[in-house]
């Protein structure tokens, strides 16, 4: 793919003989020092994510990412992790569109360079929109978390939606988590829950109803700062599509915008394999 | 004044049609790859309870190494650092793997002091 990497020379002309020892471009070695750069805050925030996890008060328990991110749009019941896959699948597929689009860049494949980084911009907008979908359903919730008046813990078995009124005799809690088999049901649970001292539902910056509140926290930052991500690769995607179009990098002699942008955009790819083995499975 | 002695390393970038036919095929079996051990991944956080109900610190390290070995293959053939030059490829994952190295090493040093603290103490 690189071809002027790929030459043979001989050690002594690199330093001394006017070559640059890495053989690539001023604009290459600089966006990989971004990414170094970026991929440090990432790993920073991944790792006070795995502090924070691992330093837990005793008897804490962090949530469990399938119970957590059970629901798929458009289907009833439980359906646990398959629309993160969906979005994992999608961002490692846009992924490979720009990859291939690179490599059309590499033989002057103006209609080539095209198509693929059209189906990678496509692929980036359905993953923010997938983000979006995610996003409200993590804030609206699905269980809200009851304080009984006598202290013990309860979980709706069906948290209403907003300005949705509920309905005693169907009315259900489970007792203790949102997989016990401790249920009460009917009016007197509905009694219970109205007498409740304390209701969270789905989640805020400082409480959750999913575990601790840094938790809903590092959710937000980590995966919101990793959806910004997404954003911007998206607008350098357009801006880079609009010049290939106009026909700039013909001109030029070379597709190298194409494959500076898709190095940011496989970096964003790169990213969220981490955040979802950390977030979503671990 | 027009330069002549820099070398333009953008316009050695190129490749022939043959030569992109033998990338666009490793680039499908990385795609292959990477979507076979997504949903493995998947399948083994959805079922590993009914499988092997007590092994969780076994499956915790599978999806690890199965991230990074996910990672490698991103960064080394999409990113084609794979074929760059080893000088650059040094530069950019020497440094970074020491410092990270370091600070999950900390992290996890600090985090079970304090996890320990908090249970002794509180």
């Given amino acids: 793919m690189s071809g002027e990497a790929s030459k043979a020379l001989s050690n002594t002309v690199l330093w001394g003989g006017g070559r640059s020892p890495f053989s690539v471009s001023y604009g290459k070695l600089m966006i990989w020092f971004f990414l170094v750069s970026d991929a440090l805050t990432f790993s920073g925030l991944l790792v006070s994510y795995g502090f924070a996890r691992h330093s837990l008060l005793p008897g804490v328990e962090w949530p469990v990412g399938e119970y957590v991110f059970s629901k798929f749009p458009g289907i009833e019941g439980e359906m646990p992790l398959m629309y993160v896959a969906l979005m994992t699948f999608i961002l490692i597929i846009s992924s490979v569109t720009m990859v291939l689009g690179v490599e059309a860049g590499h033989r002057m494949d103006k209609k080539g360079v095209v198509k693929w980084l059209f189906l990678t911009i496509i692929g980036g907008l359905f993953f923010l929109s997938s983000q979006a979908y995610e996003w409200t359903h993590f804030i609206h919730g699905s269980h809200a978390r009851v304080t009984l008046a006598d202290g013990r813990t309860a979980y709706l078995e069906e948290n209403p939606h907003h300005g949705e009124t509920i309905d005693p005799a ?75 179009m106009k026909g700039v990098f013909q001109r030029r002699g070379h597709y190298e915008m194409v494959e500076k942008a898709g190095l940011y955009w496989h970096f964003v790819d790169l990213v969220w394999v981490f955040v979802f083995t950390f977030f979503y499975l671990v | 004044m027009e330069r002549d002695d820099i070398i333009e390393y953008s316009l050695g970038a190129g490749h022939s049609e043959e030569q992109g036919r033998a990338i666009r095929k490793k680039i499908y079996f ?24 007590n092994s969780w610190h076994w499956v915790k390290w599978t999806f690890i190494v199965m991230t990074v070995v996910k990672a490698t293959y991103i960064v080394m053939t999409f990113m084609h650092l794979g074929d760059e030059r080893r000088n650059i490829r040094s530069f950019i994952l020497i440094p970074y793997a020491l410092f990270l190295l370091y600070l999950i090493f900390i992290a996890i040093w600090e985090s079970q002091y304090i996890h320990w603290a908090l249970q002794t103490f509180l």
């Fill in chain 2, 30 to 53: 990385v795609t292959v790859l990477l979507t076979a051990i997504t949903t493995f991944e998947v399948l083994l956080g959805v079922f590993w309870r009914s499988w092997m109900p």
């Fill in chain 1, 170 to 244: 169907t009315f259900a809690m489970t007792i203790g988590s949102t997989r016990s088999n401790e249920v009460v049901k009917g009016p007197e649970a509905y009694k219970l829950y109205q007498n409740a001292i304390h209701v969270t539902s789905g989640a805020n910056m400082t409480e959750n109803e999913y575990g601790p509140p840094a938790y809903a926290n590092f959710f937000f930052f980590i995966t919101g700062f990793h959806g910004f991500h997404v954003f911007s690769g998206v607008i350098i995607n357009i801006v880079v599509l609009t010049m290939v």
